[in-house]
T-cell receptor, first 115, second 114 residues
């Protein structure tokens, strides 16, 4: 079974530029998550989708971050414009359903460096 | 506000001995707890979980203990193996939280020496 795919794996941009990350969840997984992991910290949930609807985006900085999952499968996360403090690993995860006991499977992440 | 804390950034043990990783939480609404393991350049992978109705859950070499009154949980690995060397994250969720949001600790780097 293929895991969660993410691209690109690494990205370096200047501050105030825009960047987008892509995620393809495990086939059949209805729930998709985007996490931000800053160096030395644990992952922090940015947004959670159930199919193509948003379940939780309370921790998403909506002035610069946006995410979509138009067809309920793959998803993109965008930052526009980027700030230095956005340097982090962006992790995508998916789970079969919305239940708290549904295991979240993580992709390898995209490491973003903002200069 | 760090609701889940792992106070030890690193832990080093000898192969064959016990590894004990600790985690404290402050939010009394947390009722489901998980441990994830992370190797370099990979995403975290689920290891073991425990519900607040239990105080212990075991899976092979891994056992998680929950002390609700102390708001503390620990992960025991016995015996430790070099392949267990990784970053371990403690995570928690609350029933009232929308969806299935996990709140993670900062992680503990475990090194198992041959």
């Amino acid at each position: 079974e293929a895991g969660v795919a993410q691209s690109p794996r690494y990205k370096i941009i200047e501050k105030r530029q825009s960047v987008a990350f892509w995620c393809n969840p495990i086939s059949g997984h209805a729930t998709l998550y985007w996490y931000q992991q800053i160096l030395g910290q644990g992952p922090k949930l940015l947004i959670q989708f159930q199919n193509n609807g948003v379940v939780d985006d309370s921790q998403l900085p909506k002035d610069r971050f946006s995410a979509e999952r138009l067809k309920g499968v793959d998803s993109t996360l965008k930052i526009q414009p980027a700030k230095l403090e956005d340097s982090a690993v962006y992790l995508c995860a998916s789970s079969l359903g919305l239940g708290r006991t549904d295991t979240q499977y993580f992709g390898p992440g995209t490491r973003l460096t903002v200069l | 506000d760090q609701q889940v804390k792992q106070n030890s950034p690193s832990l080093s043990v000898q192969e064959g001995r016990i590894s004990i990783l600790n985690c404290d939480y402050t939010n009394s609404m947390f009722d489901y707890f998980l441990w994830y393991k992370k190797y370099p350049a990979e995403g975290p992978t689920f290891l073991i979980s425990i519900s607040s109705i239990k105080d212990k859950n075991e899976d092979g070499r891994f056992t998680v203990f929950l002390n609700k009154s102390a708001k503390h949980l620990s992960l025991h690995i016995v015996p430790s193996q070099p392949g267990d060397s990784a970053v371990y994250f403690c995570a928690a969720s609350a029933r009232e939280t929308s969806g299935s949001r996990l709140t993670f600790g900062e992680g503990t780097q475990l090194t198992v020496n041959p």
